[in-house]
Antibody, heavy 120, light 106 residues
């Protein structure tokens, strides 16, 4: 059973860079494409980016190139960097995985999320 | 693609049927998934491909629809079904999500 655990700073100051890590355990990193998805308070989920095991990535244009996703196969970790944060980036950040052509490409594994607050 | 869910909140008596709707602003075929999300927990995949239950999901959960209109039905509401339910279109990247329906016990 794949388990995802997000970790991050909790509090980030405006204009700084947010860094989050997702540790994948209980399964093979190579089977999935790994995404970061966030949910601001009272708002809907927003997909941020995905990466494959081999580093093939795709980012949501809505983030205006502020987001960078990466994978470290030696540590079984998927990371997210988000630059120039503002209060609008305050959200619960989830790590999730999907497999192309399997289960309708739906995210079938999720972490419980890490709350990040942007405030001075 | 904008996913719009209705209603925002649904109150249903135990044992009764709950019907949740999701509308896509563009046709997405059958590539819609439904999730159950309880506070502090990881979202749980219920339905994918509009109507296929994910492994381990009870038979009281069913999905239907295609194109732009989709429905999640819980045939007989149990207390453990209290949660927020949201839909996702898996057809076009960036994938997008509905704003959620909060399901309450009446």
């Amino acid at each position: 059973q794949v388990h995802l655990q997000e970790s991050g700073p909790g509090l980030v100051k405006p204009s700084e860079t947010l860094s989050l890590t997702c540790t994948v355990s209980g399964g093979s990193l190579s089977r999935y494409f790994w995404s970061w998805i966030r949910q601001p308070p009272g708002k809907r989920m927003e997909w941020i980016a995905y990466t494959s095991y081999s580093g093939s990535v795709n980012h949501n244009p809505s983030l205006n190139s502020r987001a960078t996703i990466s994978v470290d196969t030696s540590k079984n970790e998927v990371s997210l960097r988000l630059t120039s944060v503002t209060s609008a980036d305050t959200a619960v950040y989830h790590c999730a995985g999907h497999m192309w052509g399997f289960r309708g490409d739906a995210f079938d594994v999720w972490g419980q999320g890490a709350m990040v607050t942007v405030s001075s | 693609i904008v996913m719009t869910q209705s209603p925002a909140t649904l109150s249903v008596s135990p044992g009764e049927r709950a019907t949740l709707s999701c509308r896509a602003s563009l046709g997405v075929g059958s590539k819609v998934a439904w999730f159950q999300h309880k506070p502090g927990q990881a979202p749980r995949l219920l339905i994918y491909g509009a109507f296929t239950r994910a492994p381990g999901i009870p038979a009281r959960f069913s999905g239907s629809g295609s194109g732009t209109e989709f429905t999640l039905t819980i045939s007989s509401l149990q207390s453990e079904d209290i949660a927020v339910y949201f839909c996702q279109q898996c057809d076009t990247w960036p994938v997008t999500f509905g704003q959620g329906t909060r399901l309450e016990i009446k």
